[in-house]
């Protein structure tokens, strides 16, 4: 795992230290070594997190003939098997490293070669012969890769701050992906919440021909035929023995590696997985909030499951009092803001858990394409309000809106009317509706609402044959997934220089799953249902009886108390947020929290973390001189 940096640029108007301000912005990403190199019009940066082929795996790497030249982060878990096939083609290896796998298959297949890979990966590699820039991101995101270009220079780079203190963009607010932001809390590719900067999105490629202009292309495919006339129990066999396997070609390391652990089944499935397939207790971390009880407090819950399954369990905890240093500390690692209140946790427990290990295993990426949330009940619902009439969606908002804390009566109001399936996926997924960002923002949204339902419907188009259950479901592991919680796993974890791999996105396992009609997935009032079915062939029974329960936060009370008042200071007037958004308007949605009334926390927690961004990037950057 490392940080890597490319700038295109014919006419050498970037600075000769444009490339080394990279390396060092991207430092933190790769501590093990770095590593500049200038080919013609191009220069490359990268910093080394050193996993496998410790030794002799250093970046960057060059074909025979020395046409192609490649710099990688991420892990390339089938490598063994590509090497070989790449090898009786005739080409030559010149080190153990699991990259240099996609430098061959580059050569062999072109652009293609992203197809042969079942791994996470951002690279950047220069073709000389074709003279072109090739950049990529792996097929669930993630790893994540930004770029710019002014219509002459290309650059790209791991983390929006290598493109920052490069000198080639300023941070400046997008206000269209603020309005995406404050509807998802998050900002969904191709924007960022910084204005010209671009996040290339999953099972992308970036393309630039020198002297031409850089075109985005996608290789995500749909899912193929869905299984016929298998039984829930020869499915769930099956699930639990791929998760397996994934579990088990992700242990690969030359490294130290654990897992996070949580309270609930998810990650305790994943080290189960370990703990079968190693000769050694799985090294397990968690993180807890003391005072808060079992359900947020997860340290027992969590130290009970490694017991039972018999790991090296460590523990940490984290108090209100220090939620705020933490995550000041967070958000300029962040980058993006993706309301996510777990991130400033999940940053401590990465700095823990770097002190014993350098790669870490956790349980994320199981309920988007299994079923876990409860907006994946509400798509239970779409069949029968789609016969609804339209005129009934605004009554019934305001219905919604006046019972206290009807998370659920506002999710199913959301699904009438809208313009299409789409529209209604969309807002199962939106933490506010037009009215409050209208208000917070001062009256813009149209074109971006317009731009999230055309992402939502590109997406859609690879389903569009499938029912709605399952289009949610793809909707949240293609488009949602990739740029909230996959980009604050990497981000946190990373700011730690600690690697963090998602077994339950592997990609040959995510083929089996996607193939699984989405009723044998998810059933009324069952989310997850054959997925728990799987992993309690896993997992001691104490264990996989439990509810879900991820990593979560007491944020929602300590938004009605302290947290609460700092909003609403941070947002007042003549504060630097207050040009952002309207003051009278975060007021009113602080007020309605502390009442009980409202249910705001998501919305108010995306606020928090905004004006930590705001100070990070606009208020206390000093520019770099171009």
Not at 184 to 205: D, I, M, Q, W
Not at 325 to 350: N, W
Not at 356 to 371: I, N, S, T
Not at 585 to 606: I, M, N, P, T
């Amino acid at each position: 795992m490392c940080g890597i940096g490319a700038i295109l640029d014919p006419a050498g108007t970037s600075g000769q230290d444009a490339a080394e301000r990279m390396v060092e912005a991207l430092r933190h990403r790769g501590p093990d070594g770095d590593a500049l190199r200038r080919i013609g019009p191009l220069a490359l940066a990268h910093t080394r997190l050193a996993i496998i082929d410790v030794a002799g795996g250093d970046q960057p790497l060059d074909s025979e003939d020395g046409a192609v030249t490649l710099i990688a982060n991420g892990e390339i878990y089938n490598h063994r098997s590509l090497r070989a096939r790449l090898e009786a083609r005739g080409h030559r290896f010149a080190t153990g490293s699991d990259c240099e796998a996609i430098l061959h298959a580059y050569e062999e297949s072109g652009l293609g070669c992203v197809r042969e890979l079942n791994g996470i990966f951002a690279f950047a590699l220069w073709d000389d012969r074709r003279r072109r820039l090739v950049a990529a991101r792996d097929e669930f995101g993630v790893k994540p890769l930004y770029w710019w270009s002014d219509g002459r220079r290309v650059a790209v780079a791991s983390e929006v701050r290598a493109l920052l203190e490069a000198g080639v963009v300023s941070a400046e607010v997008d206000r269209t992906a603020l309005d995406h932001y404050l509807a998802c809390r998050f900002v969904p590719a191709p924007r960022t919440l910084f204005k010209g900067v671009n996040k290339l999105p999953a099972a992308s490629l970036l393309v630039v021909e020198e002297g031409g202009a850089p075109r985005v292309e996608t290789w995500r495919a749909p899912p193929d035929e869905p299984f016929h006339g298998l039984s829930s129990d020869t499915l769930a066999d099956q699930l639990a023995e791929r998760l397996s396997d994934a579990v088990e070609r992700q242990m690969m390391s030359d490294v130290p590696y654990g897992a996070f652990l949580s309270g609930g089944a998810d990650s305790a499935a994943v080290v189960a997985a370990m703990a079968a397939r190693s000769h050694r207790p799985p090294t397990t971390f968690t993180i807890g909030f003391p005072g808060h009880g079992g359900l947020l407090d997860e340290r027992a819950p969590a130290a009970e499951s490694a017991r039972l399954i018999g790991t090296d369990h460590h523990e940490t905890a984290i108090r209100e009092a220090g939620f705020l240093s933490e995550l000041a500390r967070a958000v300029p690692h962040l980058e993006e803001p993706c309301g996510i209140p777990s991130a400033p946790p999940l940053g401590q427990l990465a700095r823990f858990a770097a002190e014993r290990v350098k790669v870490v295993l956790a349980g994320q990426g199981a309920d988007e394409p299994h079923g876990g949330y409860g907006r994946h009940q509400a798509a239970t619902l779409l069949g029968a309000l789609r016969v609804a009439p339209a005129g009934l969606a605004s009554p019934a908002a305001s219905v919604a809106r006046a019972l206290p804390r009807a998370a659920r009566a506002r999710r199913a109001a959301h699904l009438i009317g809208g313009r299409g399936d789409a529209g209604r996926l969309l807002r199962l997924v939106e933490i506010t509706d037009a009215p409050v960002r209208s208000a917070l923002l001062g009256g813009e949204g149209a074109a971006a609402q317009e731009e999230r339902l055309g992402l939502a419907r590109g997406v859609l188009g690879d389903v569009s044959g499938r029912g709605l259950l399952e289009q949610a479901l793809y909707l949240d592991t293609r488009m949602f997934l990739p740029d909230g919680i996959l980009i604050c796993n990497d981000k946190m974890s990373m700011a730690a220089s600690l690697e963090l791999r998602v077994p339950f996105l592997d990609i040959e396992l995510m083929r089996f799953v996607e193939r699984i009609p989405a009723w044998a997935r998810v059933r009324p009032r069952a989310g997850k249902r054959l997925h728990r079915r799987a992993i309690e062939r896993l997992l001691p029974a104490p264990v996989a009886r439990r509810p879900k329960h991820g990593f979560s936060t007491p944020y929602d009370d300590w938004l009605r108390a302290s947290l609460g008042e700092e909003v609403e200071r941070r947002y007042s007037p003549g504060q630097p947020l207050s040009s952002v958004l309207k003051p009278e308007a975060v007021a009113q949605l602080v007020a309605e929290h502390r009442r009980g009334r409202f249910d705001h926390k998501s919305v108010l927690y995306c606020l928090l973390e905004l004006s930590e961004w705001h100070h990070a990037f606009l208020e206390a950057r000093e520019p770099v001189p171009a």
